[in-house]
Each structure stands twice: as C-alpha cells, then as structure tokens.
C-alpha cells in the first residue's frame, strides 16, 4: 500500500513539473521585421525605393475634364436640320482624359537606366474610353529607344528647346509619336540630339525619318537649330529658335502642354 502511494505520488509530481516546463517554453512569437518604403530623392521629387531592390520607381499623372456648350449651323442647312449630311446642332460637349505614368530608374555601369511607361484613356463621347499604351521607351545613358515624342518636340534635353516658343505644327514635321532610336548628349551647357524615328510602323522601306537638334543652354535661356528630314514626304523641315522666357513662364508652357 505504501509503495503504491509512492508510485502514485511521483506519477503526479512528474506531471505536475511537466506541465510547469511546458508552461515556462511557450513565448510570444516575434514579429517579422518588415521593410518600409524608401524615399528615393536622386532622381527627384515623388520616387521611392521599390522594396527589397535598389530600382527607383515613380508612379504619377491626372485626371483632366472640360466641358463646354456649342451652337453652331452648317451654310448649306437652309432649315436648322440636324443629320441628313448637315452639321448644324448645338448644346454641350465634353471631353475627359486619364493618364497614369509608371517610371523606373536604376543605376548601372553604363549611367541611369530609365523604364518609362504611360497609360492613357481619353472620352469625347457615349461609351467608355480604350485604354491604350500611350508612350513606352527605355534609356540607359544618353541612348533612347522605344515609342514616344519625336526628337522634333521633345528629345528629353535640352531645357526650353522641347516645345518651348516653337509651335506644334513645326511646318511640315509637326508634333507626333513614332518609334524611334536615339542618342543625346548635354557637355558645359551644349546639348544636342539624333534620331533615327519611324512614322509609319508599316515597314515601308528601310529609310527612316531623321532628327538632329543642336544648342547651347545658360542661366539667361538658350539657342538652338533642328533639323528633319520626312522620308516619306521626301521632304526637309528646319527650325532656329531661342528663349528667354523666366522659369515661371516655362513652367506654365510645361503645364498647358500637359493639358493638350
């Protein structure tokens, strides 16, 4: 009876320490460590550190809306009819535009690679707008390659000389998007660009368009002198152009582009 008892009592007391040794080994787990967001200022205002990289990325853009009434009659519509091959009518017209930009840059041994993609949707009408690719190009260094403006309106350098005090029609080599390869390059205030761009992206012939743009840029504005070539024109535009405008007047031409 006694050695039973004493069976028994060591049986509760090595479950009884049992349980305390389980009691004292369960812990709170640790959270896990997590990365925030970095700012990235070397490529400006709005980039930061996609996490776990070194890749700056910026994602920007707007929403623009304008709305406005029209009453109009076509001469030859003799009665105020609508349809019928008239064009008279009047009320209100609107138009809306989204764009979202995704821009990537990361440092290489060969200069700043640079990813750039624009998505755009545009309404003037019943129905929803198509989304499409508006721009899409890469860079590394001074070389550009991909869809986007032509070095005609904006070879990205070369300050006031991209838009600037020209006009958009740019006589017979006027503002568009085109595939295109380019080099440009900014030494001591000089700048200057070429590309090699195509208009078509039908694949007729193997001549490109040309673009060449050179200048010189300074604390007072700058100058400089383009000149194109349309293969498909067979024609040749040139421009020289200089601006002097202050900072806030180029910012406000910077602007109103965007809204166009």
């Not at 007391?13 to 349980?19: E, I, P, R």
């Not at 030494?187 to 208009?199: P, Q, V």
């Amino acid at each position: 009876m006694n050695i039973k008892s004493l069976l028994i009592g060591s049986a509760a007391a090595l479950v009884a320490v049992t349980g305390a040794r389980a009691a004292d080994a369960v812990m709170a787990p640790e959270p896990e460590p997590v990365e925030y967001v970095r700012v990235c200022d070397a490529h400006g205002n709005g980039f930061f550190y996609i996490p776990g990289t070194e890749t700056c990325l910026q994602i920007s853009g707007y929403v623009w809306y304008q709305i406005g009434a029209n009453s109009y009659r076509d001469p030859g519509d003799t009665f105020g009819y609508q349809g019928q091959g008239h064009s008279s009518g009047e009320g209100w017209f609107k138009s809306v535009r989204a764009r979202v930009n995704f821009d990537a840059r990361s440092e290489t041994e060969w200069g700043t690679l640079r990813s750039y993609i624009r998505l755009q949707a545009s309404w003037n009408g019943a129905g929803d707008g198509p989304v499409a690719a508006d721009q899409a190009y890469i860079m590394l260094g001074g070389f550009m390659a991909g869809y986007s403006e032509s070095f005609w309106v904006d070879s990205k350098n070369g300050g006031p000389s991209n838009y600037g005090s020209h006009s958009w029609s740019g006589m017979s080599y006027g503002y568009s998007q085109r595939a295109l390869i380019g080099y440009r390059f900014d030494s001591n205030g000089f700048f200057g660009a070429l590309s090699l761009e195509d208009d078509t992206l039908t694949g007729e012939g193997y001549m490109p368009d040309v673009v060449a743009k050179l200048g010189y840029s300074a604390g007072w504005g700058a100058v400089w002198a383009k000149v194109a070539y349309d293969e498909s024109l067979e024609s040749f535009a040139a421009q020289v152009g200089s601006d002097q405008r202050s900072e806030h007047a180029r910012l406000v031409a910077a602007r109103d582009r965007l809204l166009l």
